[in-house]
């Protein structure tokens, strides 16, 4: 569970940092629509990591990823606000 919990971290953090170099329509859709986002964040991760790690760390991996991706998400999106407002 720890290793999947690192795991999950490490790639949440790289997803992040890598937003700002993304295309602003896959910016657009992330930031609108998080449900959908969510899922396909797990579902890669998932896919990804099970090949490296035990089912059990791919699982709580992308759990964790999925839930700092939408916090970061959420995160963004009411900065975002803060800045068209001023």
Request: proline residues 1%; charged residues 10%; positive net charge.
């Amino acid at each position: 569970m720890f290793s999947g919990f690192i795991l999950g971290l490490i790639l949440a953090v790289s997803l992040i940092i890598s937003f700002s170099h993304w295309p602003s329509i896959f910016k657009h859709f992330f930031l609108h629509h998080f449900v959908i986002t969510d899922i396909i964040v797990s579902v890669v991760v998932y896919l990804t990591l099970s090949i490296v790690s035990s089912s059990f760390a791919a699982v709580s991996a992308a759990i964790v990823t999925g839930l700092i991706i939408n916090f970061a998400l959420i995160a963004y999106k009411a900065y975002e606000k803060i800045n068209v407002r001023k």
